[in-house]
């Protein structure tokens, strides 16, 4: 899902986000049983950090596509990828959806 770097998608873009949320959601939930069950604090600690681990590993996964799909490099401007624009630069002048 977001290993194929042939399209982007909008899962891309909303996987994070999610995966967060859901995340924090998870931490609260879990803090509140072992609050109210009155279990050992440390252990749901390390079951926490477990948690945010594996978020933070699936979101620079999700960075790590979003990267690819956009093709953007340090060399390449935004604007050279739209269709057209190299026709444009390779004649000296800018694209017509740039001019006012």
Do not use: E, N
């Not at 926490?48 to 979003?66: D, K």
């Not at 444009?88 to 800018?94: F, H, V």
């Amino acid at each position: 899902m977001l290993t194929r770097p042939d399209r982007a998608t909008i899962v891309t873009l909303l996987a994070p986000p999610t995966v967060w949320a859901l995340h924090f959601l998870t931490a609260y939930i879990l803090a509140a049983i072992a609050c109210a069950k009155g279990w050992d604090l440390g252990s749901v600690r390390l079951v926490i950090a477990a948690a945010t681990a594996a978020a933070l590993v699936f979101i620079v996964l999700a960075a790590r596509a979003a990267h690819r799909h956009t093709g953007f490099t340090a060399d390449t401007p935004p604007m050279t990828t739209r269709p057209g624009a190299r026709a444009c630069a390779r004649w000296g002048r800018p694209p017509s959806w740039s001019r006012r």
